[in-house]
C-alpha cells in the first residue's frame, strides 16, 4: 500500500507558477511509475503528466505542454509538478498516483492516489 500526499495548491493569478509536490511513504518509491492528473469541477479526471522509475522519462498532455514540468527525487520519496504561465483553465483538484506498471494517461492505469490538492488560477 502506498500513501501519497500531495501539498502546494493554492491561489495564483494568471501568469503566474505553483510547485506541486507528492511525498510517498513508500520505501520503494523507485519501483512506481508517478502521475499528475486533475479534475475540474463537473469534468472528469485528466491526465496532466507521468515520469518514469528513474526520472529519465516523462510526458505531458498537449495542454500543459511547455509551461509544467514533471520531476522527481527518489532519495526523498517525491514527485514535483512545476506549473508556470498558469491559465485560468488550469484550475481544478489536482492529484498524484502511483503505479508498478506503466499506466500512460489512463487514470484507471493507476492503483494509488493521493487526496488531492486545489489550484486556483485567477484572470
Known amino acids: 500500500q502506498v500513501h501519497l500526499v500531495e501539498s502546494g495548491g493554492g491561489l495564483v493569478q494568471a501568469g503566474g507558477s505553483l510547485r506541486l509536490s507528492c511525498a510517498a511513504s513508500?520505501?520503494?518509491?523507485?519501483?512506481?511509475?508517478m502521475g499528475w492528473f486533475r479534475q475540474a469541477p463537473g469534468k472528469e479526471r485528466d491526465f496532466v503528466a507521468a515520469?518514469?522509475?528513474?526520472?529519465?522519462?516523462?510526458f505531458y498532455a498537449d495542454s500543459v505542454k511547455g509551461r509544467f514540468t514533471i520531476s522527481r527525487d527518489n532519495a526523498r520519496n517525491t514527485v514535483y509538478l512545476q506549473m508556470n504561465s498558469l491559465k485560468p483553465e488550469d484550475t481544478a483538484v489536482y492529484y498524484c498516483?502511483?503505479?508498478?506498471?506503466?499506466?500512460?494517461?489512463?487514470?484507471?492505469?493507476?492503483?494509488?492516489w493521493g487526496q488531492g490538492t486545489q489550484v486556483t488560477v485567477s484572470s
Open positions: 498516483a502511483a503505479d508498478r506498471s506503466p499506466a500512460g494517461r489512463l487514470s484507471t492505469g493507476y492503483a494509488y
Open positions: 515520469i518514469s522509475r528513474s526520472g529519465g522519462t516523462t
Open positions: 513508500e520505501r520503494t518509491f523507485s519501483n512506481y511509475i
